[in-house]
């Protein structure tokens, strides 16, 4: 066993260090590199500020009149802190961290604080090593929170159950900032015990808890901060997010590739609320990371929407820095980290040079190449191998009457439309299954899905929330029980069949979850597979696999299906 | 030795408690105390929100509409957090901490932070532990922030001396928040290592580091921010505030007994600037303390002066809080704390209640009884017993030529006035002299004195910075030799002297600093001391003690007096 590092060992490891960034500051040496003639956003003194920013062994060093072995001149531009993206999962881009990295670095980003909370429904407490290993030396720094609620209910068949004592140790590594968003919110305000014994770990250890509890309010809103939920990233509406301000707590402003809050809590970004206010994009898909940009996007939003930019990009940088206690983030000024961007104009907002820890990472539209750190062998072995599950039958798929689940377009809601007996395609009768793929236990969830469309083929993904099954829908059993064992051949993904053949697939090797492929190889192969599942009759304003991964979460009603069968949310319980 | 908490012990300690507080937000149970009709200041909505305030074993644990086992009405009034006093020495209030809080906590203060330089220059960490224990079971919390500069100069023959290995197990304190005030700015820019090295250790425990850099500016004040300095209370110009500001540094705007920065640090009082500001007072003196108020004192007067009253408050209480990184304190939301402070109006901001951790402490008029904890006996005889000197006599005050030090009236600089061979009080020229009571070295500093004004006999006090031996001054060498005597004698304190008696005198057994009597007594006995050395001849615009308490510091230009002799700090060297 490795003891903690004494205050002398540390001392010592930083101490040239930081004599270097003091001769520095003093102009005795040159900078490592200077940005000559800067006007940079000063958080402390909300405006504008001139001046040159050197910078020593990725810190800034002093603002000021300096020089160094590099000088960058960024005269007729502007300089801001970093974005930060206070809360993502960042298996929803479906790519590895590192393509993730590269796509959002080129947006203006430095820092996300991501929730592991898929990966370790599959992999447990390994998921979450694996993810830290693969955020490594990346051209951005990726803080996770740790994953609250796996499994995300108790009727979940996931991978991995983890209570407070499982991921204890993990506080201890410097990236980890504190317990992701507990969902569980009627667990606390109920005062489950293992539950609140969670909350009570991360502040043992200093670190912050993320909220998660849409449209919570009164005494049991008060009852959740009290218990020490100190941010939500669920307000839809400025009612809600000021009564939670008021109480104390953070407002995550979320803007992603499902949720779009911004427009309803523009109230918010105002001298009177903003400072307890921060972006969040919660997921982000490999067509919006190409094409929606990330955190930029937001402030561009905002500023179009009349914000103040010193107010706009304050949100998107020094306050999360701020909420998570990540000292030296978020600013530019002595004893800071040179996450720096440069953008053109408060109209445009475009994004033409980052630094990141003073070394440039994207300019003139290109990412700087990077090597991302390799996964330890075991870990990505791990990984890679997280499905145990038998072939499955069209026998196994048979039934007779069983509850029929209609969509809601463009919701996650669903409606309870009784019984059926059969899929007929014809009236939009479609099978639906959920195999547990974790532990081979051969249990199969069925039902009927009315409103998706589809009229020949099945379809199937191994993203299905929370614990990540294999969930499929089709027109008859054997493209179902095709689909769901090629997606177990593939060690997870997205697959359109038909008649025994695969008409289109993603693979997502990593954990059923992530692709190793380039960011734009996904997005095609997705887009590919998408347009596939509506020419088989998927209607139109529905998207046939993220439509699919809600419909295995039992907590949004009227009914959801899982391992077990369809779930009436409701009455809280099997039908 | 006792192995640190572990986690599960942590959780089991605090579940309870934690479930109850739940079940009160929710009102399932009646709250301890609830303050019915509240008008409360809310530091995030940075508006007056109203509701009753419910408490649960000293939290706040809702805010809406609660009944409680007490209740107390508190319409028609206001209710604001508890103020926070950012840096003080409680050593300069001349008290023991019991009658400190007692002092203060009828002003709204329910929070200061220490530093306690003066009996740490005494007894080192025994000191600082000394301060620890008295100031356990308080009306009002006290934290700390370990001294940075023991002794304050190589110049200084003081009790201890702290390297940053010495103090290194007090930061693991739960009342210990980093590492107070570092004076020697000249140290850190010039990157000296041991200097160094106490931020670096600071740091390594994700402390704070107290600044203390009057007029510190350009490249020198980039490099002391840089080394990880992140506040300053010695800005007494907006200029030199408004700069250290921009540079990141958080101010904290200094209105004690000695220094008044109030007015000239208005302008930072505004939406721009104030997020990053604090009050503080550095020093309370028994009269000031008895008739001047406290923190409420400074927002008073900022609200006189035009400062939002919203601004004036969080200035006072959230900021510091937010700063010294005390996550439940500065603000009255689910969760914190319960220190409340119950004003009348903005205009008179009488303090008319508070209440600490929910618990009534002052109320019409009166601090409520409290028994302060007892510093444990082996601590205790030591802070009694920390004179080390042998009786001085007048020959060994003899001396011819030396150099005549200028006091400048309402300054603490002086002037070099040349030589001298003798004392004239017809001349107001005075013997001065700085005798080691530390380690009996027999060392005695003497040199000349003009500007005191004293006519007849001695005065004399062992406070006296940094390193507190005995300074006195006298018409002759036997009234100098007997006050000094008489203070070794009395184990500290301040004396004036006569012919071989004892005109006045304030004993100041603990380590030489403080009295163990009530204030009221205190201030009595100082009051009287100050007559009695004025009647003597002192001038009427000379404080004769803390005056005399300056002369001893050698870092103030232009000559100041050691047990070395007189100190030229102009050319630093002893002439």
């Known amino acids: 066993m490795k003891l903690p590092e004494t205050t002398t060992e540390r001392i010592e490891r930083k101490l040239d260090r930081k004599l270097r960034l003091i001769r520095v500051a003093r102009g005795e040496e040159p900078a490592d590199v200077v940005f000559k003639n800067a006007t940079y956003l000063n958080v402390f003194s909300n405006d504008f500020c001139h001046g040159d920013i050197a910078v020593s062994n990725g810190l800034v060093a002093g603002i000021g009149s300096y020089r160094g072995i590099e000088e960058i001149d960024v005269s007729g531009r502007f300089v801001s802190p970093g974005f930060i993206d206070a809360h993502i999962h960042l298996e929803s881009s479906m790519v590895s961290p590192a393509e993730f990295a590269r796509a959002v670095v080129s947006h203006g980003t430095t820092t996300v604080i991501t929730d592991p909370h898929e990966i370790a429904n599959v992999m447990g407490v390994d998921g979450i090593r694996y993810m830290l290993e693969a955020t490594e030396s990346l051209p951005i720094d990726v803080h996770f929170m740790l994953p609250s609620c796996v499994p995300a209910t108790p009727l979940d068949e996931s991978g991995c159950a983890l209570d407070y004592k499982a991921i204890d140790d993990l506080y201890d590594h410097p990236r980890v900032l504190g317990l992701a968003e507990m969902m569980n919110y009627v667990g606390v305000v109920n005062g489950d015990r293992e539950v609140i014994s969670k909350i009570l770990a991360s502040q043992a250890h200093h670190k912050k808890i993320d909220g998660h509890a849409p449209g919570l309010s009164g005494p049991d809103l008060n009852a959740y901060i009290a218990a020490g939920v100190y941010s939500d990233h669920e307000c839809s509406n400025y009612r809600d997010a000021l009564e939670k301000l008021q109480l104390g707590q953070f407002i995550m402003i979320r803007e992603g590739t499902a949720a779009h809050n911004l427009r309803a809590l523009l109230p918010l970004l105002n001298q009177q609320y903003y400072a307890r206010c921060m972006f969040a994009t919660d997921d982000k898909h490999p067509l919006d990371l190409l094409q929606g940009g990330h955190i930029?996007?937001?402030?561009?939003?905002?500023?179009?929407?009349?914000?103040?930019?010193?107010?706009?990009?304050?949100?998107?940088?020094?306050?999360?820095?701020?909420?998570?206690?990540?000292?030296?983030?978020?600013?530019?000024?002595?004893?800071?980290?040179?996450?720096?961007?440069?953008?053109?104009?408060?109209?445009?907002?475009?994004?033409?040079?980052?630094?990141?820890?003073?070394?440039?990472?994207?300019?003139?539209?290109?990412?700087?190449?990077?090597?991302?750190?390799?996964v330890s062998p075991a870990l990505s072995r791990r990984a890679h191998d997280t499905f145990r599950i038998a072939p499955v039958t069209a026998q196994q798929l048979s039934a007779g009457d069983l509850p029929v689940i209609g969509l809601v377009p463009g919701e996650i809601i669903t409606q309870n439309l009784g019984q059926a007996a059969a899929p007929d395609p014809s009236r939009d009768l479609l099978k639906i299954a959920v195999a547990e793929r974790h532990h081979n236990t051969g249990h199969i969830g069925l039902g009927y899905l009315k409103g998706y469309g589809l009229r020949q083929g099945a379809v199937a993904t191994s993203i299905a929330h929370d614990s990540h099954n294999i969930i499929a829908v089709g027109t008859n059993d054997e493209d179902i029980a095709f689909a769901i064992n090629r997606i177990s051949a593939l060690q997870g993904g997205i697959v359109v069949a038909e008649g025994g053949k695969v008409i289109a697939e993603l693979p997502l090797p990593v954990a059923g979850l992530m692709s190793d492929a380039p960011l734009e190889e996904v997005n095609d192969l997705l887009e590919q597979a998408k347009a596939a599942a509506h020419r088989m009759g998927v209607s139109c304003g529905i998207d046939p696999f993220m439509t699919l991964s809600f419909m295995s979460l039992p907590v949004i009603p009227s009914l959801k299906i899982t391992t077990q069968g369809v779930f009436d949310v409701d009455r809280w319980q099997y039908i």
């Open 296 to 374: 930029d996007y937001i402030i561009r939003e905002a500023i179009a929407c009349g914000v103040d930019p010193v107010i706009a990009i304050k949100v998107a940088s020094h306050h999360a820095a701020r909420y998570f206690l990540m000292n030296n983030k978020g600013a530019i000024a002595p004893g800071y980290v040179a996450d720096l961007v440069v953008f053109d104009d408060f109209r445009h907002f475009n994004i033409q040079q980052v630094y990141k820890r003073g070394r440039c990472v994207f300019a003139e539209g290109e990412v700087q190449p990077f090597t991302p750190a390799a």
